[in-house]
């Protein structure tokens, strides 16, 4: 084989490898949208990774990736020369995580709908979640709401396999907790870089409002670290530490009453002292 043979070979082979990524992403993306009748749909040709999220939602992609976002695939439904939806499919590395962002966008004003394990509609758009998707379908047509409920209807049955939303949610007293007020947090809990993993919801009481939250660490030995960790920042006597119940009065966030269960660290923030005690004892309880 001479020279300019190898060559053209080894441009041949590269080219193939460069595409073949490129074609998998094209068919996974295809398979992910189903058809609906009476629209035309196109499947956009790029899949956004981490790499080149900022391309698409450049102001949100931060927020984004610190939910372990992996790929983001977009298509766009048309009906006519004027009817258009835009539809966003997030993937997240779980369904946790995929709450976590979901619940940061969220507000309880919205109104919920019963598609994938939550979600919510406006005049011109739909979202929700199912498993490690957050699916987001908008519309610049507010006459557009049944249609983009259809879709959103068939994209949960092409995609549902999980609509549930976290185990660690049904751990939450249901006495005062305000609707649609939980919220994960995977990272910078409470402002410190070694709080992660929470799962947090407002509560009332009267004419009060406080906060309960649970950290959920993957093991006992990490729960381990991070309660040592932060006890040590808020420097809480070494000679006390063996018990599960903290009282900390913390510089930044006030008085939190804290338990120590396994691998769970609950808490209750913004309250009194028996409001504390009562909500911490109800947490504990669902835990056992």
Not at 58 to 76: I, M
Not at 83 to 99: A, C, D, G, R
Not at 267 to 288: N, W
């Amino acid at each position: 084989m001479n020279n300019t043979s190898l060559f053209k070979k080894m441009v041949l082979t590269g080219m193939i490898a460069f595409l073949l990524p490129m074609v998998g992403f094209s068919n996974q993306a295809e398979d992910m949208f189903p058809k609906m009748s009476g629209w035309e749909v196109n499947v956009g040709d790029k899949v956004y990774t981490p790499d080149n999220l900022w391309d698409i939602i450049n102001g949100a992609a931060d927020a984004y990736l610190s939910y372990d976002f992996q790929k983001l695939y977009t298509a766009e439904y048309i009906n006519g020369q004027d009817k258009q939806l835009k539809v966003y499919i997030f993937e997240h590395s779980t369904p946790t995580n995929t709450f976590g962002i979901y619940s940061q966008e969220r507000s309880r004003d919205y109104e919920f709908v019963k598609t994938g394990a939550q979600g919510f509609k406006s005049g011109e758009a739909y979202y929700f979640i199912t498993g490690p998707y957050y699916i987001q379908i908008s519309s610049s047509d507010k006459g557009l709401q049944d249609s983009m409920q259809k879709l959103a209807e068939q994209l949960d049955e092409k995609l549902g396999d999980q609509d549930r939303l976290p185990n660690e949610l049904a751990f939450f007293p249901e006495k005062g907790k305000v609707p649609y007020s939980e919220k994960y947090i995977a990272g910078n809990f409470l402002g410190y870089s070694y709080l992660h993993s929470a799962f947090i919801a407002d509560y009332n009481k009267g004419d009060e409002s406080f906060q309960v939250f649970l950290i959920s660490p993957k093991s006992t030995q990490e729960t381990d670290q991070i309660l040592s960790e932060y006890l040590d920042f808020v420097e809480y006597p070494k000679g006390e530490r063996d018990k599960n119940k903290f009282d900390i009065e913390d510089p930044y966030n006030g008085s939190i009453l804290l338990y120590r269960k396994g691998k769970y660290i609950c808490g209750v923030m913004g309250t009194d002292k028996d409001t504390k005690e009562q909500y911490l004892a109800m947490l504990r309880d669902q835990l056992e």
